[in-house]
Structure formats: C-alpha cells, structure tokens
C-alpha cells in the first residue's frame, strides 16, 4: 500500500522535474560554463578564468545598469505595495460578491500581450497623447509635456501597471487570511487607524508583501520590452546589454557573466526576502514557533 | 420587581446609571436586527443580554461596543452620547467570542496592547499588565504565543487584555461558548469573582440561561430584537413576563387557558385540567389567551385528590429524576423528584403542585413559538 502511493508519488513527479531540469536548469548551467569562456574574434574558447567576472564587478557602466535594475525592481515593487494595499483591502474585506469579477478586472491588463499595453500607454503619454490634450485643455499646460513618454517616468509608470496585479494578489491572499475581528479588537483597545495598519494589519500581511514585492522586483528587473519601447534615451537596460552582448556583439561569456551576476544578487535577495517571511511575526503566529 | 427597575442604585453625578440606551435599533437592509430597545446599565453590576441566536443581543453589544452604528435610537454613556464617538474613542472594551487575540504578539504584548496606546510609561504598562495577568493566573504564560494556549488560557487572556485598560463598561459577547462543559462553569465563578473584585460594569450576551443565572445581577431577555423581559434571576424564573419567556427560561410547563378573572395582580385561568387562580404577569388580561406557568420542581404525585396521569417517560439526571407525565387530554407536564419515581412508564399515578408557586402568563407557547 504504502510502496504503491510512493510509486504513484513518484511517478507524477519526476517527469515534472526532469523536465525542469533538462529545460531550465540546464541551459543556465550551459550559460555559467560559457561565463567563464573567453572570445577570440569569432570563436568561443574554453579557457576558464574569471576575466569576465572581474570586467563586470570593474566596469561603472555595467555595475551601473545593475544597480540601476535594481533600484527600479525596488522601487516599482514599493509604489506597487502603497498602492497595492488599499485595492487588495477593499477586495478582500469589501468586495463581497463583486469580489470574483474584481479579481478578473484586475487581471484582464495580464490577458493582453506586452506590445499592446506598451502601444497603449503612448497613446496616453504621448505628445499628442490622451493625457497632454486633456492637461492642454484645462489650461493648466500651454506646451505639451515631452518628458511623459520616453522618459524613465513613463518606463516606471508602464511597469508598475504592467505587474501591479502580482502585488495586489499576493496582499489581497494575505488580507483574506486576516481575520477582521483582529482590526475590530484593535480599535476596541484603542488604536486609530494608523496604529490599526502599523500593528496588526501589515505584521499580518507581511508573508503577501513580501510575495507580492518579490515576484513584482523579478519581473521589473527582468523586463526588456517597457524600458525599450517606453524609456527613450534611458532604455538601456542590463537585459538589452545581455541581448546586444548575446547578439550583435558576439560576446557570449560576458552576455553570461553579467546574467549570472544578475542572477546570483536576485537569489541573494530572493533568499533574504524569504528569511524574512519565515521570521516575521505573521509566520511566526502560523507555526507558534519562539 | 417591575420590568425597568435597576438591581443596584444607579451610580454617576445626579444617581444617573452608566449607559443609558432608547429606542436603540438597527437595521441591516430589510432585516430588523433590533428593534427600539430601551434599558440601562449601573456602573457597577452583571448584567446579561440572555435570548436565542438571532434575537439581536450580540448586534446590542456591537453597538454599544462602536462596531455597528445605530440606525435610530439613543445611546448615552455618563449622559454622553456615544452615537457619533468612534469605537477606539469609547472607554468600552470587549472580550471578544473568538477571543481575537492577536496572533503575532505573546501574551504579554496583547495585554499591553491597550496600554501603549495610550502612551502609558513603561514602568506603568510592565506594573499593570503584570497584575491583570495575576489575576487571570496567567502570569507564568506571559511570553507565550496565542497559538500555544489552551482554549481556556486564550479566554483569561482576552479578559485581562480588557480589563487591563479599566473600561467603564466590559462587554462580554458570548465568552464561554467555546469551552468544554467544565471549563465553563470554573470560568462561570471566575467572571463572577472579577467583576465583584473590580467592582466594574459587565455587560455579558449569552444564549444559555444557566450562564445567566449563575452570573447575573440583571437579567435582559430578548426576542427578535425586542426586550421580552428584564429583571433580577430570581424575578425572571419566577415571574416571567411571557409564555415566550417561562418556555425559555427553564422550560417550564404550560398549560395553555382562557382568562377569566384578573384582579390585584392575580388571575383565574380556565384550563382542560380544571380553574386555577395565581399571580400573574401584568400584561395578562381578560379574555386573552393565557398559560399558567408551573416549574417542574413544583409538581409532584399524591396519593389521591390529584390529576390523573400516566408516566411517559423518566430520566435519571442524579441528583433529581425528570419524570414527564401525561393526562387524558393530551397535555403533558414534567415534574422533577428527589426520589425514584413511584410508578414505572405506562402506569397511572395522580399529581399536583403548589398554587402559590404557580403564575399565569400572557400567551401560549404554541402562540410564541
């Protein structure tokens, strides 16, 4: 019986992960191998050496794209969150029966492809866009605003549109978790809504920011098409240096290097962002531990 | 005892109870959840809003409490108006049914929860919430988690995280529900205990009238968001207003009849099992239908001279035996017996009761049910 269930167990798993592993783990591991490579004119040459590694850790204008990939991850992931919480609230604890259709409205932007939200927003940002017209309207503007599109505004505007739904979702599973009689203590012990938020609503909520946050700070960095397409002259991203390095330039060692080292500081604060959710007090509470 | 009267001499400036509620209602869409009730609370005492699910008794407790905003109606704390005064504002604290004790704070951190709040030094905060935890004789769980507490312990600490803030008035909404038999009839004399050891106002919502009993000063029996009845235990056992409020009450036996006769606070009822003349409750009136009222307790078998009846059924309960009895017209009466019974179910025996423990009531239970 029980040799049977684990068969079964087993069975249903291990194709899932081969599959994972023939096709997702192995070509990074193909990538981390090259990192170590380097060019010469048109050929790669096995010659391992950490060249590639010191190049980006030396280089201002590579360091530079990272942390700039960075900051954007985190910075999306933060307006994300503000407004994240008071959508993800009213979902879970106002919706009622609307709350099925408010969750697919919420996900409808998901359901078109990047392009046509992209084309989307210049018509709103634009020149001649939406948002100028109407601004040049009320008089408020004489001159159109320029730097609406094709700035990085415009790139952090789009991205924070494009992956607020993640954060919502991640809050709004939090807040469903939130037990409302907690906040109704709260207020009867006293606390105003500030401290109703800062002392039980967001400990409590923390394991869906934080998943919410990270799956928000992954897909910013990784984005290629937003800063492309909206960012003008700022559209130089560490991705589009991987593509051009992967491609035009023919330097695939470096191309790996920098995704690698972009991969291992995500990982670094991927972990750091779970070890904070396995210690918060949230998750603290679930398991009764300390 | 008029309904209305209050158990204790109101306290306050001018001999003005505590809180004061008029024509309180609420309404949720189509639903009346409460429908004008009128009452007031001492500043000191344990009263308890008694009545089944749905009755409107918890949604009371929610208004006074500020989670519920009054649709029409009065409320007045100290003379106050507490209408327009948000719930963290209202020196009220609640002890909540699921006891809502924060999960991610020890028990120390909930009880002071109230306390830093209000800004309270440390050395104070440590000092009080210390001693409330004392007197819940939770003190040596103080770093615990919610989570690794037994039903019982979460409630003492839900108590002590509200009385810590010394409230004006406790709410109670149904404290006891959640635990086993035993734990609450400890914590039955434990609440009991506090409220005379703090010497505070608790208001306490309960569907379970032993409860009320064992706890109350002040009872306030309700129905469909209405009072049926308010007044002391003993008063309301005694002397329910209602056959609504006798069947409820103990379940008393209700031998549904015709008034004949009221006069002085007594009436003469014509039953199937003969004319009886009682006390009865001030609103029963000629020719209405009425019940009399008689408590198991009363009723016992004589030799001879009694009403004809046969034996249904008898349950052993220990200390007692409930013996159901059935006469020829069909109504069936209960009586409750220090000793065996003298007949086995099936045989026919006689029974009768004490006149002056009987009582009539408006209505019938048919009626009121």
């Known amino acids: 019986m029980e040799r049977t269930r684990r068969l079964v167990i087993a069975a249903l798993t291990w194709p899932v992960a081969a599959a994972l592993l023939a096709f997702c783990v192995a070509p990074l591991l193909v990538l981390f191998a090259y990192s170590f490579f380097r060019v010469d004119f048109v050929t790669i040459v096995p010659d391992p050496s950490l060249a ?31 407004i994240g919480y008071p959508v993800a609230f009213f979902i879970a604890k106002r919706g009622r029966n609307a709350k099925s259709a408010l969750l697919t409205l919420l996900l409808i932007p998901l359901y078109t492809g990047d392009l046509v939200r992209i084309f989307a927003w210049r018509v709103v940002l634009g020149a001649q866009g939406v948002l100028n017209s109407f601004l040049l309207w009320t008089g408020l503007i004489r001159e159109p605003v320029r730097a609406l599109l094709f700035s990085p505004f415009a790139t952090h505007v789009v991205l924070t549109y494009n992956y607020l739904p993640f954060m919502v979702m991640g809050l709004w599973l939090a807040f469903e978790a939130l037990d409302d009689r907690l906040i109704e203590a709260a207020m009867d012990l006293g606390a105003g809504a500030v401290a109703r938020f800062v002392r039980v609503v967001l400990p409590l909520t923390v394991p869906g920011l934080l998943a919410g946050g990270l799956m928000v700070f992954v897909l910013v960095v990784g984005d290629y098409l937003t800063p492309q397409l909206l960012g003008g002259s700022s559209g130089i991203t560490v991705i589009s240096a991987i593509n051009d390095l992967f491609g035009t330039a023919f330097d695939w060692p470096l191309g790996s290097a920098i995704a690698w080292t972009l991969l291992g500081l995500l990982g670094l604060m991927g972990a750091a962002a779970a070890a904070a959710m396995v210690r918060s007090a949230a998750a603290r509470a679930m398991t009764a531990g300390g | ?66 989670f519920e905003r009054a649709s029409s109606g009065l409320l007045e704390l100290d003379g106050v108006s507490l209408l327009d005064v948000p719930a963290n504002r209202r020196p009220i604290n609640t002890v909540f049914q699921s006891y809502a004790l924060f999960p991610h704070l020890s028990v120390e951190q909930n009880v002071a929860f109230g306390l830093t709040l209000r800004r309270r030094g440390r050395a104070q905060i440590a000092e009080r919430v210390g001693r409330a935890l004392a007197m819940v004789q939770m003190l040596p769980m103080r770093d615990r988690r919610p989570r690794q507490l037994s039903g019982g312990q979460q409630q003492r600490v839900a108590l002590a995280r509200a009385i810590v803030n010394e409230p004006r008035l406790l709410l109670l909404d149904e404290p006891l529900s959640a635990l086993d038999q035993r734990l609450r009839k400890d914590m039955q004399v434990e609440l009991k205990d506090l409220q005379r050891r703090l010497n505070m106002a608790f208001l306490h919502v309960t569907h379970d009238q032993e409860e009320a009993f064992a706890l109350s000063d002040w009872i306030v029996v309700m129905r469909d968001g209405r009072i049926e009845q308010q007044g002391t235990p003993v008063a309301v056992y005694h002397q329910p207003a209602s056959a609504y409020v006798a069947d409820f009450i103990g379940g008393a036996n209700l031998l549904a009849g015709q008034v004949v006769e009221v006069r002085d606070g007594r009436a003469t009822l014509a039953t199937a099992l003969g004319i009886f003349e009682a006390g009865c409750a001030p609103t029963v009136a000629l020719g209405r239908p009425a019940s009399l009222c008689l408590r198991a307790e009363h009723v016992r078998p004589v030799a001879a001279g009694g009403i004809e009846a046969r034996v249904a059924h008898v349950v052993f309960k220990g200390a007692e035996w409930l013996v159901a009895v059935e006469t020829e017209d069909g109504s069936r009466l209960h009586m409750l017996l220090r000793h065996q019974p003298p007949a086995p179910p099936g045989a026919m025996l006689q029974v009768t009761f004490d006149p002056d423990a009987a009582w009539i009531v408006d209505g019938t239970i048919q009626a009121a049910a």
């Not at chain 2, 008029?2 to 189509?30: F, M, N, Q």
């Not at chain 2, 959840?33 to 001492?42: H, I, M, S, Y």
């Open chain 1, 52 to 82: 590639n590694y010191i190049r980006v850790a030396s280089s201002p204008t590579y360091r530079g794209l990272i942390l700039r990939a960075i900051e954007s991850g985190l910075l999306v992931a933060a307006i994300s969150a503000v």
């Open chain 2, 1 to 66: 005892m008029a309904p209305g009267d209050l158990p204790v001499p109101a306290e306050g400036a001018g001999g003005r109870p505590l809180l004061r509620a008029a024509g309180l209602s609420k309404t949720y869409g189509a639903v009346q959840a409460v429908r004008g009730v009128d009452f007031t609370l001492p500043a000191q005492g344990y009263v308890t809003l008694l009545g089944p699910s749905g009755c409107g008794k918890t949604t009371i407790l929610r208004l006074i409490g500020g």
